[in-house]
């Protein structure tokens, strides 16, 4: 019998590592979008990977993503409600985040274009730009921002179109190329 609880341990922990690896960096960018630091996000992650811990294996897995990013959601609309004000991104953090391996002027244009977006989306509602960073930055479907926002996936597809229309008004034509579904 002992050995038939290790097997489920064992189960647990390797997918609880798999989440870790697959959803730990999206979860720390999109609980800094509530939060605007990236110290205070990661400790709103690491909640919410103790709480999958506390789970139950078998009712979250077909639903993981959604339900990480709700629960991720969840505790950053806590940290905020419980601390009433929200601090600014320093410069300093955004310097010490990932840049990956492109040149210094390749990762200043990058920086850059990316500013113009996040001033661009900072003009649009919460719920639009909520959901306009679940669909393109962390890759939900409508379906699964449905689950964490507690819309109805029609107002989540409203949202969207209306937050992208306006969205292209406040852009550059060469980032609004990007915003575009491209046909073929």
């Given at each position: 019998?002992?050995?038939?609880?290790?097997?489920?341990?064992?189960?647990?922990?390797?997918?609880?590592?798999?989440?870790?690896?697959?959803?730990?960096?999206?979860?720390?960018?999109?609980?800094?979008?509530?939060?605007?630091?990236?110290?205070r996000?990661?400790?709103?992650?690491?909640?919410?990977?103790?709480?999958?811990?506390?789970?139950?294996?078998?009712?979250?897995?077909?639903?993981?993503?959604?339900?990480?990013?709700?629960?991720?959601?969840?505790?950053?609309?806590?940290?905020?409600?419980?601390?009433?004000?929200?601090?600014?991104?320093?410069?300093?953090?955004?310097?010490?985040?990932?840049?990956?391996?492109?040149?210094?002027s390749?990762?200043?244009?990058?920086?850059?274009?990316?500013?113009?977006?996040?001033?661009?989306?900072?003009?649009?509602s919460?719920?639009?730009?909520?959901?306009?960073?679940?669909?393109?930055?962390?890759?939900?479907?409508?379906?699964?921002?449905?689950?964490?926002?507690?819309?109805?996936?029609?107002?989540?597809?409203?949202?969207?179109?209306?937050?992208?229309?306006?969205?292209?008004?406040?852009?550059?034509?060469?980032?609004?190329?990007?915003?575009?579904?491209?046909?073929a």
């Amino acid at each position: 019998m002992a050995k038939g609880n290790d097997d489920m341990v064992t189960i647990q922990e390797d997918f609880i590592k798999q989440a870790l690896v697959d959803y730990e960096s999206p979860l720390i960018g999109y609980a800094t979008t509530f939060l605007h630091d990236v110290d205070r996000a990661r400790d709103v992650v690491q909640d919410t990977f103790i709480r999958l811990y506390q789970q139950d294996v078998d009712k979250v897995r077909d639903g993981l993503k959604a339900w990480l990013f709700t629960v991720c959601r969840n505790r950053a609309l806590d940290v905020i409600r419980k601390e009433r004000r929200i601090v600014g991104l320093e410069e300093e953090q955004m310097a010490r985040m990932p840049s990956g391996r492109r040149s210094p002027s390749e990762r200043a244009d990058i920086q850059e274009r990316v500013s113009q977006v996040h001033e661009a989306l900072a003009r649009l509602s919460e719920n639009q730009r909520e959901v306009i960073l679940l669909k393109f930055e962390q890759g939900l479907s409508y379906e699964e921002i449905s689950e964490v926002t507690d819309l109805s996936a029609g107002n989540v597809g409203f949202l969207l179109h209306t937050g992208l229309k306006r969205l292209r008004t406040f852009l550059p034509d060469d980032l609004v190329q990007n915003l575009t579904p491209q046909t073929a």
